[in-house]
Antibody, heavy 123, light 107 residues
Framework: QVQMVASGGGVVLPGRSLTLSCEVSGFTFSSYTLHWVRQAPGKGLEWLAVVSYDGDNVNYAHSVKDRFIVSRDNHKATLFLQMSSLTVDDTAMYYC????????????????WGQGTMVTVSS | DTEMTQSPSSLSASVGDTVTITCRASQGIANLLSWFQHKPGRAPESLIYGASTLHTGVPSRFSGSGFGTEFTLTISSLQPEDFAVYYCQQYNDRPFSFGGGTTVEIK
């Protein structure tokens, strides 16, 4: 059964950092490009970042570029999102997701989504 | 960057109705468009990619069409489990932007 589970969320003070993880099962982790997407309370989905299957290529949304870093450890089959200089606007449910084509870092659609992890930035 | 605009932002419908949601791209994206269904407390689910191809397991009452800048998602014979928020997303160029969402509510 294909499954993705994000973790690492919690309550964090403004200006601090937090790292999210996403673990998968049911497919070969190292074969797929992975994305992070978030949803702030009462808002829509916002695409954040993508990392290629081999970890060599990344892209970010303008809103998080220079503050967030996406990476992966293919040996441990884990995806990461390092978030720094957090603000209240980063309060959201964070989802990891997979593309539907292996060994591709192109124009590929998302197919599998993980259960999200909630991040609350508050003083 | 490509901006995606969905309409309407919400709609009310009854079980058995057919509903149509529109998604417009600020520039041409060929057929590189996906549709997702999102229910409260759950992960989004992928419905359609390539503007019109259903993901495995998606009921045939869902259909998509369009090319370039205008796209539609149609749900025929609405079922109780279809009441949710629907999003389009373009994956023609990064950032892979989403539309603002359409809430399908029970009338």
């Amino acid at each position: 059964q294909v499954q993705m589970v994000a973790s690492g969320g919690g309550v964090v003070l403004p200006g601090r950092s937090l790292t999210l993880s996403c673990e998968v099962s049911g497919f070969t982790f190292s074969s797929y490009t992975l994305h992070w997407v978030r949803q702030a309370p009462g808002k829509g989905l916002e695409w954040l970042a993508v990392v290629s299957y081999d970890g060599d290529n990344v892209n970010y949304a303008h809103s998080v570029k220079d503050r967030f870093i996406v990476s992966r450890d293919n040996h441990k089959a884990t995806l990461f999102l390092q978030m720094s200089s957090l603000t209240v606007d980063d309060t959201a449910m964070y989802y990891c997701a997979r593309v539907n084509v292996p060994y591709s870092f192109g124009v590929d659609p998302l197919d599998i989504w993980g259960q999200g992890t909630m991040v609350t930035v508050s003083s | 960057d490509t901006e995606m605009t969905q309409s309407p932002s919400s709609l009310s419908a009854s079980v058995g109705d057919t509903v149509t949601i529109t998604c417009r791209a600020s520039q041409g994206i060929a057929n590189l468009l996906s549709w997702f269904q999102h229910k409260p407390g759950r992960a989004p689910e992928s419905l359609i990619y390539g503007a019109s191809t259903l993901h495995t397991g998606v009921p045939s009452r869902f259909s998509g069409s369009g090319f370039g800048t205008e796209f539609t998602l149609t749900i025929s014979s609405l079922q109780p489990e279809d009441f949710a928020v629907y999003y389009c997303q373009q994956y023609n160029d990064r950032p892979f932007s989403f539309g603002g969402g359409t809430t399908v509510e029970i009338k």
